[in-house]
């Protein structure tokens, strides 16, 4: 069973950068797709960014492309996102998820970490 955990969370300046890790503590990790979503407050979780099983294939929220990348080691049972460039408007809580799947869609998600919360200050 996938157990995830994120952690790398904080408070940063606009313009500077964050790299959120989600460990899996289950050891399945490496056989699920993995996806980063974010919810701000007052608003829907969205999705930011998704790979596949072995993160040679990604893709990316519009809002995010080309500042923010998203990897995994596998055999570290951890997936990363890292975030540059950073803007107040990507102050959220940020969740990674495994899917069998995979894809954009929340929904299709079936384990989902706690979450940790980035602030970017203006």
């Known amino acids: 069973q996938v157990q995830l955990a994120e952690s790398g969370g904080g408070l940063v300046q606009a313009g500077g950068s964050l790299r959120l890790s989600c460990t899996d503590s289950?050891?399945?990790?490496?056989?699920?797709?993995m996806g980063w979503f974010r919810q701000a407050p007052g608003k829907e979780r969205e999705f930011v960014a998704r790979?596949?099983?072995?993160?040679?294939?990604?893709y990316y929220a519009d809002s995010v492309k080309g500042r923010f990348t998203i990897s995994r080691d596998n055999a570290k049972n951890t997936g990363y996102l890292q975030m540059n460039s950073l803007k107040p408007e990507d102050t959220a809580v940020y969740y990674c998820a495994a899917s069998p799947w995979g894809g954009s869609y929340s929904g299709g998600y079936d384990y989902w970490g706690q979450g940790t919360q980035v602030t970017v200050s203006s």
């Open positions: 790979c596949n099983w072995s993160g040679g294939s990604t």
């Open positions: 289950g050891r399945t990790f490496s056989t699920y797709a």
